[in-house]
């Protein structure tokens, strides 16, 4: 059984196409897009709004989830840098987990032959 890792990516709302761009050019086909509020370095903004000043403490962000056990990993994470990176602060964070085991729920498979496409295997 092959290794699985699941990779977050947490980035700007406005690289989400690119992002999808960069990982189908690269073989991912499969991940989950949530959209998520949060802050880091830049601890949020102030904004008026109709004359009151606000604390803007959560930007928002996207959250994409994915998890590899054919493409390397090291190849998603490049290819995600490139496609999310602006250089300014807020550009977001990557995040690296092994996983321990996966299910196919449909069919019951487990391991690294849940998360492959069926179509690839009939190759």
Known sequence: MRPITKIEIMT?????EELKAAMNNIGVTGMTVT????????????EI????EYNINLVPKV??????????VEQVLEAAKTACRTGQI?????FVYPIANAIRIRTGEEGDIA???PADMAK
């Open 115 to 117: 998360i492959i496409d």
């Open 49 to 52: 709004y109709r004359g009151q």
């Open 12 to 16: 700007r709302p406005e690289k989400l």
């Open 35 to 46: 959209q998520v509020y949060g802050c880091g370095l830049t601890k949020g903004h102030r």
């Open 90 to 94: 807020g550009d977001g964070k990557i």
């Open 63 to 72: 959250k994409v989830e994915i998890v590899v056990c054919e493409v390397p």
